[in-house]
């Protein structure tokens, strides 16, 4: 690996951001070796890329550039923000094509850079679906016409082809469009903002990139344009829709359609980390703390309701009909990562790890062509996977995430190196030039709570390790070379310094054992109920799993009995189940009767049964069946 | 009062339907003397009809007609579904005109119909969208076009002004109407159904009162174009949204748009009152078992979700995002009553009484001029009540259905009469030509338990009163003439058979004490809670009424303290309030938390306090302030 490619930055690129307390490492710095993260990007190169370009060829988004470059004829197909897909999934193929040379996908990419090329107006305007069905309404359907939200996943597919590839053929686009957009929107000129955020966060990265701060102009200009109360909102829904009702800086609730409020948190995340501008800072923490205390479901989903898609009251959080959309759940991702390149703080990450392992990876099924859009907490037996979607927004949003995961593990700063996610991965870090830190994760995380730092190699100089210690781990103990040490843990992160040699050996334990989970008392639908988490790993019940004449919409779980872990290669690509002790509510004397008086009712027969519990983004893979998260307790009513 | 006027029928009329077990009395068969149910009538009459009229004119209803008349030009105005409120309003108008001559409201009723007469086209056809907006797509959308949905409120509006005023304008363009559909539609002609039914069941109407077979036959073809799943369903629906998934005589589930459902089981239940089909009866009682055991909110609210406005899953009844529109639960009671009226028997007046006197009453405010388009079970203080809405099928709907109240209250067959609802009230009945019986009802009803049924005229022949036990009931007594008697309950009415003079008088004892209901263990959301009922009346908590320092959503209640019940006159139009003891929780330990490892939490400190419960139906009148049905068990975690 040459010290050239060590500097070739990744998707978000904080390595000159002023205002990032810590900075992302290039691309190659870190290497996924094995374990539950490295095994879904084989299953993302192998698999999902290819079925994308399949389904993108099916759905109409090629064809559509096809007609707009003038290679076809024919009208316009699906809704009108299919570009993006297009540009989320070639983001996803940098991302393979940097880990991994595969000729077929580079001539699927290389097809439709050329059509995306061919498909730009002379003025540099792009959008299939404006320049074949409404040419003459460019622009005037801000609200939701997507037309910036499209251009806004363009830049940021371009930008990861010019860092990764060196492609600049896409970036020669963008910013011919991105020009094109500065030249009608801003301050002295047309007013609004797009409907759904995305353009913003893109905007930073096309300024990091080109060093063009006009980009970072306009995206700080959309970003003030909201919260005028312009915006139309959707069925029972106003500008809180579009997060438009009030200004960000004077926000106070997170609310709205949840994948627009976490896109545009992101986009403001990124204005932060260029300007550092308090105002915005303080409103993030504000609505961060919203979500966290009110919105947030167990599995690190957002967005209660499927009316407007959106956030719903404080503590409204049903298990069945929540929205939890997994572009959502990647969008808190993304403002959960910046949130912890900004500050430094553990609780950033914390979230993201609850969101990736549980509400994200949910989002697509062990064979890597079968999706959730919505991803429920509850389901009664229906619901199931599919290959593609309507609104495909999630698959390659999907695709994009899980080939970028090794950006997520770790940082560094003048005082040294931080590991927030912990997988088996080879790091490879210039704290100076020319001189690599070269560090060896070992691990079964999620499985097993014990991390490895071996270092390889080191610079000479003090630096400090700093490792996440999770909110939910409960005597953490490290080790130095098979010596207890004393790590301080500071905002989340034991913090190990002294001038580390090659051969140093550091061990994490994180005691990682299965617990019982409640939620707060004014949340509904999980009263009386608890769930089961090991690690950052939700686990929840599917019917499939359990002993015959169980139906595991009538069982209450024991939390005075021990719940049992078991190692399990040969189940759903290889998990940690847990085994629950409970009981199998009879219902004979319900039968016939949705509600009765109090007095009407004897307790309810029950007997024992075992109960086995999986993780949740394993669910889903077997057919449809019945999945619960929060059983209630043995003690219930 | 004449025989003639005795013999003019109500909104629905099965005194000569084949199939029917009861027999609906004719409209002025039933005056409601003093209480509830009064009041809601006088309100209506003096508040709501008026209200119903401005707002007509306001949001442009009357403006399309005219506009469809060439007496104005402009655009359509709102959406295309408006000319039904005008025909339900006119509907509502017709009760009121028939109860108490008003020449402001006639005069309102006369501008409408002189409207509605002048914008019917020359070949019958009569919807102002699609005249002035779409002209060439008439009968182009059948799915979402609700052509036919209007002209079905227009035939019901014709049918009431014909029978209770001897008004025959608006009847002579809904046979033209109705003629020139049939032109279209039928077995040799173009086949389909609108997506939203209503039609079915005023097509029968129309045939009862024209006594024109076809108007049957084409009842009958709708219904039977349905479930060919050819109908486009809405947002992730398919054609069961519109319940054509499966044919009627083969749904084993009740599904899609809550409305559009209520309104076919009405359709149906018509089709069979008339037709004695047996496959229909089977259906819709298959569908009504699927309703009430699984889908039925304790209010008798119904449509769990705002998603397509639908049923949910079995046992899937959220608190706070339920839908229970207005107009399902009206829906719901129109097709109870039809239900009750073929069989006779008591459950299907449970529902529509526990319908009544909830899930619809809670649809308009004490005011008149207010409504509520959803009615949840859980408010955390945002939801208020509106003056009308974009989408206004709600608030004439109530109107009408008030109007109309004393239709429910009792039937007749050749064994006797039969009281299904319970009010002070005057009823007349000629069993025999020129033979009056004349009953006197008095009672407090809800409020309290008490009936005493005066005997003022019989006909000196043997009859049975039949008086319906509510299920809700415990030990229910009856007496004649002050003597305890012991009436045989049958199909939930108890039988008292003899010769009837006049100044006998039944008292009948329902024993109505508050009690604590629970839901099925299935049910998420109301798991360890219990709601108070008091007879039919659902009680509910609302932040207004509690002590200091009290947040009804943070409290238990303790079920084994008793519940003690109080007449407030002064309070909401005079209710019975019921207080309950429970606890205030303090949530002191929660603070900053959303979810916690079990073993992080000790007992949540709490304090007693009493709770003060009043009628789910007045909630809502004070202003936006929290409200809850169901309330967490005092034992519970």
Redesign the interface.
């Known amino acids: 690996m040459s010290a050239l490619l060590h500097q070739i930055p990744g998707p978000v690129d904080t390595s000159h951001s002023p205002f990032a307390r810590l900075h992302t490492l290039p691309f190659e710095s870190v290497t996924l070796a094995s374990g539950l993260l490295a095994d879904w990007q084989k299953t993302n190169l192998h698999a999902s890329l290819e079925h994308g370009f399949r389904m993108l060829e099916q759905a109409g988004n090629l064809h559509n550039f096809r007609v707009a470059a003038g290679r076809e004829t024919g009208e316009y197909r699906g809704r009108n923000f299919l570009d993006s897909d297009v540009y989320k999934w070639l983001e996803a193929v940098a991302y393979g094509l940097r880990s991994e040379p595969n000729a077929a996908l580079q001539a699927m990419a290389d097809q439709a850079i050329e059509l995306i090329m061919a498909a730009q107006q002379p003025d540099g305007y792009l959008n299939t679906y404006y320049q074949i069905a409404e040419p003459h309404k460019r622009w005037a359907d801000l609200d939701h016409g997507h037309e910036l939200y499209c251009a806004g996943h363009l830049f940021q597919a371009a930008v990861v082809f010019h860092r990764l590839l060196g492609d600049d053929r896409l970036l020669t686009v963008a910013t011919r469009f991105a020009d094109h957009i500065a030249s009608i929107f801003g301050p002295d000129r047309r007013h609004g903002a797009c409907g759904h955020p995305e353009v913003e966060m893109s905007l930073v990265e096309l300024y990091r990139v080109t060093g063009e701060q006009r980009y970072l102009e306009l995206a700080r200009f959309f970003i003030d344009q909201r919260g005028q109360g312009r915006m139309r909102g959707l069925?029972?829904y106003g500008p809180e829709y579009h997060q438009d009702r009030v200004p960000v800086r004077q926000a106070t609730e997170i609310e709205g359609h949840a994948v627009r409020a976490m896109y545009l948190m992101a986009g403001v995340s990124d204005l932060y980390l260029e300007t550092g501008e308090k105002a915005l800072l303080d409103a993030l923490e504000r609505l961060w703390q919203d979500m966290?205390?009110?919105k947030?479901h167990?599995t690190g989903g957002v967005g209660?309701?499927?009316?407007g898609e959106s956030f719903?009251?404080?503590?409204?959080l049903?298990?069945?009909?929540c929205y939890c959309e997994t572009c959502a759940a990647i969008g808190s991702m993304m403002w959960n990562w910046r949130m912890l390149l900004a500050t430094g703080e553990g609780r950033f990450a914390d979230v993201l790890e609850q969101t990736l392992y549980n509400g994200f990876l949910s989002g697509i099924a062990l064979d890597g062509t079968h999706f959730f859009y919505i991803n429920p907490l509850?389901s009664?037996g229906?619901y199931q996977r599919a290959e593609w979607y309507e609104v495909a927004c999630c698959p390659p949003n999907v695709m994009r995430t899980i080939g970028a995961l090794g950006h997520y593990l770790a940082t560094s700063t003048a005082e040294g190196i931080q590991l927030h996610l912990y997988s088996a991965a080879a790091l490879t870090v210039e704290r100076r030039a020319g001189q690599s830190v070269r560090l060896r994760l070992e691990t079964d995380y999620p499985w097993t709570g014990t991390v490895r730092v071996v270092v390889e190699a080191s610079d000479g100089a003090d630096w400090t390790l700093a490792l996440r210690i999770p909110a939910?781990s409960?005597g953490a103990t490290v080790a130095i070379n098979g010596a207890a040490v004393a790590a301080p843990v500071s905002q989340g992160y034991a913090q190990v310094r002294r001038a580390w040699r090659a051969g140093d050996v550091v061990e994490l334990d994180l005691q990682m054992v299965p617990?019982?989970?409640?939620?707060?008392?004014?949340?509904?639908?999980t009263?009386?109920?608890?769930?089961i988490?090991r690690g950052p790993v939700v686990y929840c019940l599917e019917q499939t799993d359990q002993e015959a004449g169980v139906d595991i919409?009538?069982v209450q779980v024991d939390?005075r009995a021990p719940l049992e872990s078991q190692w399990e290669p040969g189940l759903l690509g290889g998990v940690v189940t847990v085994m629950a002790a409970g009981y199998a509510?009879d219902?004979t004397p319900?039968e016939?009767?949705?509600?009765?008086?109090?007095?009407d009712?004897d307790t309810?027969p029950r007997r024992p049964v075992r109960l086995k519990a999986i993780p949740y983004y394993a669910w889903g893979n077997r057919g449809p069946t019945a999945m619960r998260v929060?059983i209630?307790?043995a003690?219930?009513?």
Chains 1, 2 share one sequence.
Request: hydrophobic residues 35%; aromatic residues 12%.
């Open positions: 069925g029972w966290t205390r009110h947030l167990l209660a309701r499927y009316e719903g009251d404080p503590y409204e049903p298990n069945d009909q509850l009664r229906k939910w409960r617990r019982f989970v409640e939620a707060h008392p004014k949340v509904e639908p009263r009386c109920s608890l769930a988490q919409l009538a939390e509510l219902l319900w016939g009767h949705l509600y009765r008086s109090l007095g009712r309810l929060w209630p307790r003690g219930s009513a």
